[in-house]
C-alpha cells in the first residue's frame, strides 16, 4: 500500500511539473520593482501580483503589459 501511495504522489506531481514547462515570463516582478513575485491570482483576464517587497501588481490584458500602484500606509503603521 506503501508503495502504491509514493507512485501515485509521483505520478501526481510529474503531472504538474511538466505543465510548469509552457508557462512564459512576463514583466509582472520588474513593473512591481521586485526580485521575485510572493503570491498572483486572477480573475478573468486580469492578473494580480504581489512581489517580496510588498508592491502590488496587476494587468487587465493577460499579463500583456502591466501596471504598478504605490500605496502609502496610514500615519503611525509600519509594515515589516
Keep these: ?3 502504491q501511495l509514493c507512485l501515485l504522489f509521483i505520478i501526481i506531481l ?3 511539473l511538466t ?3 509552457y508557462w512564459s515570463a512576463t514583466g509582472a516582478s520588474t513593473s512591481a ?3 521575485y513575485l510572493i503570491t498572483a491570482t486572477h480573475v478573468g483576464d486580469h492578473i494580480y501580483v504581489v512581489g517580496n517587497n ?3 501588481a ?3 490584458n ?3 503589459t502591466w501596471t ?3 500605496v502609502t500606509l496610514p500615519k503611525g503603521i509600519f509594515a515589516a
Design 1 to 3: 500500500m506503501k508503495k
Design 14 to 16: 510529474s503531472g504538474h
Design 19 to 21: 505543465r510548469a514547462q
Design 33 to 35: 520593482g521586485a526580485v
Design 54 to 56: 510588498q508592491t502590488f
Design 58 to 60: 496587476y494587468s487587465t
Design 62 to 64: 493577460k499579463g500583456s
Design 68 to 70: 504598478s500602484t504605490s
